[in-house]
């Protein structure tokens, strides 16, 4: 019950602005798509620095592990950030 509480108030890649630097606490995704993420370098702990958002939200660039990298809206919407 905590857990899912907590859950409610982490925030989502999705929802950083920009210019703004991050660090990944969850990836809530399920199988081929949370491997994806992962293997874009998106990993628990890594820090994520928003660059730009698109007019519509969608894409969002971002810097990780010294490499741009641009994310759709839904994938930013399972990274959960601090």
Do not use: H, N
């Not at 929802?15 to 998106?42: L, Y």
């Amino acid at each position: 019950m905590f857990q899912e509480k907590e859950r409610r108030f982490m925030k989502t890649l999705k929802e950083v602005a920009c210019g703004q630097t991050v660090r990944v606490e969850r990836i809530s995704g399920q199988g081929p798509v949370k491997r994806r993420i992962m293997d874009m370098g998106i990993t628990k702990g890594v820090s994520i620095f928003v660059r730009k958002v698109a007019p519509l939200g969608d894409p969002v660039e971002v810097t990780v592990r010294g490499y741009e990298l641009s994310l759709r809206k839904a994938d930013a919407e399972m990274i959960e950030v601090e």
